[in-house]
């Protein structure tokens, strides 16, 4: 079962991706990437990072099918359960 703090550490993650693909300072978990500034170039950018970042070999269309940050590290967690102990070297 997830809990708050995996979705939290997984969320700001992902809005930190965010950020620095958009150019943004400030991006919201409900946020739709596109709305925001996003296009699919942009958003191939923020795949390759996701990938490297939590080390999964999630599929682009995740994340055009997940377009907000909640809803995508909702799916990570979901497909990925250990993402968090994999990329983190805390116990």
């Not at 991006?27 to 296009?39: L, Q, S, V």
Request: with cysteine; net charge neutral.
């Amino acid at each position: 079962m997830l809990n708050s703090r995996q979705d939290s550490e997984i969320e700001n993650q992902i809005i930190a991706i965010w950020k620095s693909v958009l150019e943004v300072k400030k991006i919201t978990i409900d946020e739709n990437f596109f709305e925001a500034g996003g296009n699919s170039l942009l958003m191939s950018k923020v795949h390759r990072q996701i990938k490297k970042q939590f080390d999964i070999p999630i599929n682009i269309i995740d994340l055009f099918q997940c377009p907000t940050v909640e809803s995508l590290s909702k799916n990570i967690l979901k497909k990925y359960p250990n993402v968090l102990r994999e990329t983190s070297g805390e116990a």
